[in-house]
């Protein structure tokens, strides 16, 4: 059964960074690509990132290029983000997810990790 | 990037009628690259529909999804109490994938 568990959220001020971590199991990792959303509280869903399946090729969304940093380590099954110049914008639950059918809609997630970014 | 824009914002309904949820986008759709999504409080997002009609596993029948171009449609028949959530569309034809603001469905 796949299961995909964030973990290194928290509290942090702005200007500062942060590493998100998602854990895989249950599915062969290495085969699909991997993404990041986020959602910031009481709001809608944001597509954040991409990663393809072997490391090769990223995506971003416009709001945090230059700033995050999405990265797997495959032996691991594990995907991270790395959230730097964090701003109070960026305060969501961020979710790890992918498509089983390798396509950018998603049908399994993980159970999300709060950032909150204040001073 | 296209935007989607859901209506109506909330709707109340009672158990056993139906809801129609609408979502239209700010240009056309590639193919049928539209899915739905429903969250429950403290919940992550579950898949609904992709492909605008197809139903993702284990997925009720009572739900069901229609439109292409600029349109889409889902609807939820029979309403049960468990159908209390918000739901979202999202499309994928495009990059960046962006989702709707929402419609949240109180059952009454």
């Known amino acids: 059964q796949v299961q995909l568990v964030e973990s290194g959220g928290g509290v942090v001020q702005p200007g500062r960074s942060l590493r998100l971590s998602c854990a895989a199991s249950g599915f062969t990792f290495s085969s699909y690509g991997m993404h990041w959303l986020r959602q910031a509280p009481g709001k809608g869903l944001e597509w954040v990132a991409v990663i393809s399946y072997d490391g090769s090729g990223t995506d971003y969304t416009d709001s945090v290029k230059g700033r995050f940093t999405i990265s797997r380590d495959n032996s691991k099954s594990t995907l991270f983000l790395q959230v730097n110049s964090l701003r109070e914008e960026d305060t969501a639950i961020y979710y790890c997810?992918?498509?089983?059918?390798?396509?950018?809609?998603?049908?399994?997630w993980g159970q999300g990790v709060l950032v909150t970014v204040s001073s | 990037e296209i935007v989607l824009t859901q209506s109506p914002g909330t709707l109340s309904l009672s158990p056993g009628e139906r809801a129609t949820l609408s979502c239209r986008a700010s240009q056309s759709l590639s193919s049928t690259f539209l899915a739905w999504y429903q969250q429950k409080p403290g919940q992550a997002p579950r898949l609904l529909i992709y492909g605008a009609s197809s139903r993702a596993t284990g997925i009720p029948d009572r739900f069901s999804g229609s439109g292409s171009g600029t349109d889409f449609t889902l609807t939820i028949r029979r309403l049960e109490p468990e159908d209390s959530a918000v739901y979202f569309c999202q499309q994928y034809g495009s990059s960046p994938p962006t989702f709707g603001q929402g419609t949240k469905v109180e059952i009454k």
């Open positions: 997810a992918f498509c089983r059918r390798n396509n950018y809609y998603f049908d399994c």
